[in-house]
């Protein structure tokens, strides 16, 4: 397969990751408004309750994507209850969670685990990646494809979707 086939490939892997899996489990970035927090994400709860003790502080935020801080180094989830919350990686996020889930050994995908590998496919569509990088990238795609029972035959299925 050669470099473009694998890029396809990967994002063949991302649409079915987010058809066949519910990802309702993740919630919007929220942060605190009004006063320097050390930028924070909260789930929308979570916000609340923390803005209940501070009159001049206020829900802010509340749509998906990057955080504060740009792109994400690794997935993103609420500061005090723990619940998943939208981001985006950045270029070194999108190789260190690649690596991350190459070394786990996955043999089941559940929506948590889904929604960050297709973040993983998904955000590495956005960044300029060298050849080595899109095979570890596509090394993860294939198994998580065989994981999810999809095969692939051919080039133009890929583009058929
Ligand atoms: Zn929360």
Redesign the pocket.
Known sequence: MNIDEMKDYIYYCAKNLYSKFDFSHVDNIHWIGGFDDECND??Y??CLKEIEENEKAFVDGGWGGAGCNGGHEDSNR?E??G?ALDYSLSKSGVMNETEYFLEQKLDDIDNEIAFELYQIFEDSGYYSINNEEIREIYKLALLIANIMGITIKNRFEIMDI
């Open positions: 909260y789930c709860e979570c609420c005090k209850c619940k």
